[in-house]
């Protein structure tokens, strides 16, 4: 069975648009897992940041609280006028 050259020619151009479909599809894959992984890591960046701040508040809270007990002591201590 003999082939035309119209045939042959039509064939290598559906398959080169295939291949290039292919490349373009996967290119978009790739920066689409990219994008993915770095929404990702930022999301794990700011809940450590999170976490991070919500312990120093914790700490000045702490420290807040000390020092209102040693005003509220010492003021009672040393009012005697």
Known sequence: ME???ANR???YSCLTIVFVLVL??????NVSHNRSQHLQDQAIDLR???FQK??????LEERLKDCDTLEAASSTT????
């Open 24 to 29: 373009g599809v996967t290119g978009l894959l």
């Open 3 to 5: 082939t035309s050259p």
């Open 78 to 81: 040393y009012s005697y006028h």
């Open 48 to 50: 450590r940041n999170l």
């Open 9 to 11: 020619q039509l064939v």
């Open 54 to 59: 919500d312990q120093k508040i914790k700490i």
